[in-house]
C-alpha cells in the first residue's frame, strides 16, 4: 500500500509523482499546468480542495 504523505492529493485524480534528481518525491496538480491561477505544487499535506477528484482505488498516480 501506498503510504498517504501528500494529503487528499494521494487519491486524487489530478496528481502526478514528480522524482528529482537527488531521490526526492514531490506531488505536483497538474490543473496547474492548464490553469495559471492554480499551484502547480500546493502545499502539503492537502487537507481540503475544490478540486479534488477522487482516483479509482487501483489506479496509480501518474508518474
Ligand atoms: S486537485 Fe487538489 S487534491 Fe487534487 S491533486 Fe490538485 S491540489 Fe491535490
Given at each position: ?15 502526478q509523482?514528480?522524482?528529482?534528481g ?13 490553469d ?19 482516483r ?5 498516480p501518474e508518474r
Amino acid at each position: 500500500m501506498a503510504t498517504q504523505r501528500f494529503g487528499l492529493c494521494d487519491s486524487c485524480v489530478h496528481q502526478q509523482l514528480v522524482r528529482s534528481g537527488r531521490g526526492s518525491t514531490f506531488s505536483m496538480c497538474r490543473i496547474g499546468l492548464r490553469d495559471p491561477d492554480w499551484p502547480k505544487y500546493p502545499r502539503m499535506p492537502v487537507l481540503r480542495c475544490p478540486r479534488y477528484e477522487a482516483r479509482p482505488p487501483q489506479a496509480a498516480p501518474e508518474r
